[in-house]
């Protein structure tokens, strides 16, 4: 069967898949990594560190090794780490002495594998022929929160009938996912943004005050998304009475859902609805969001609050590398490589902020939500600039 884009674009929706494997799969066997191998929490916290640590490495070593590697190569190398890292996931903490030695391995070759499926898969998709491009962008980051959702419910399912001491096994069976995937890749045609040589380089990209608006903008992205979701499941166990079990699955996964939802929903509409206007008015609806969980005194409410922020922070992410590929088509790899890299800054400063402001008040949640709340609201004045200016 010849390869066409089409097939080049579903694997780069398989990859948005993976990424969410490597992200989520890992920290439901946490408190499993705890007991089995006597393994502290302070040193599974240790764990996230370190993989936020790697992937923003990653981040900015990408668009240097994609010039010079090429983007198939490091595409393929993406998969092998991203499935090496799954599968001896299973078997390094038995066989390296150390328990939390191997863990650490593995978690450092899934980082490494994610962080540049992070930075090559949007470059990938927008370089493919489509007829409308912010619709390819928004379908394919939908794919993150539908494999989110995938890999805890089949996750969860798999130790409901099998066992959690069997987690090793699907460990492994993950691990196939990357490997198919990392074959496709190796026969799929790939198209680059610019041609060698006639991409912006670092000193351009930060010379222009168009960029820092979107460096602003993504960054924004991630701590709207992040500085809530950590959240949303405490606000679900609270709000429905339930377990931590139960919350743990119904506040995450309700807030994937929505925001799959929005870009899907997007992804349908982007030929309606112009993405300078769909910026700003998603971040109104954020803002208004952390008004209801932080100001709303009822707990149903704040997870009804926390669903609508799902929502709003759908195409925050997209949108923003959609509107930087249009306004600036020589950015190329480096861009979105930098782009990346203030999306997972956000993450990490979105969520610290929220934390810091809830400790300064007592250890109130909703208190650190309030002070997130100034994400949304630059986010709102970015976009609005971004949309106005031209370099």
Sequence with gaps: MKMNFRHTITACFVGYIIQAIINNFAPLLFLTFQASYGI?????????????????????????????IG????????????????????????ITGSPFAGLLIAVTLCA????????????VVEACPT??????MSLLHSF??????????????????????????LAVIWAVVPTVNAVIFSIV???????????????????????????????????????????????????LGVSKTVGDLAGPMMFAVLMGTARALYGKFADRISIDKAMPATAVLCAAAYLCIALVPS???????????GFSVGIMWPGTFSKSASALPRGGTMMFALLALAGDLGCSGGPTLAGFAADA????????????????????????????KKS
């Design 40 to 68: 502290p929490l302070s040193r599974i916290t240790l764990l996230i560190t370190f993989n936020f640590v790697i992937q923003l490495a990653v981040d900015l070593a990408a668009a240097g090794l994609a010039d010079k």
């Design 71 to 94: 983007t198939r190569p490091l595409m393929i190398s993406a998969h092998i780490f991203s499935a090496a890292g799954l599968a001896l996931m299973a078997f390094l903490p038995e």
């Design 112 to 123: 490494v594998g994610g962080g540049l499926l992070e930075v090559l898969v949007s470059p």
């Design 131 to 136: 007829d409308n491009k912010e619709r390819t």
């Design 144 to 169: 993150y929160c539908w494999g989110q959702v995938g890999v805890v419910l089949l996750s969860t399912l798999f130790f409901t009938f099998f066992g959690i001491e069997n987690w090793r096994i």
């Design 189 to 239: 045609p790939l198209k680059t943004l610019v041609e060698d040589g006639e991409g912006m380089k670092l000193g351009q990209l930060l010379k222009s005050g168009l960029f820092r608006i979107l460096f602003i903008m993504m960054l924004c992205a991630g701590a709207c998304e992040m500085a809530v979701s950590q959240w949303a499941s405490t606000l679900a166990e609270s709000a």
């Design 299 to 309: 707990a149903v409410t704040a997870l009804i609050g926390c669903g609508i922020c």
């Design 361 to 388: 008040a007592g250890g109130n949640l909703k208190a650190g939500v309030l002070c997130g709340a100034v994400f949304p609201v630059v986010m709102l004045i970015a976009s609005i600039a971004a949309a106005h």
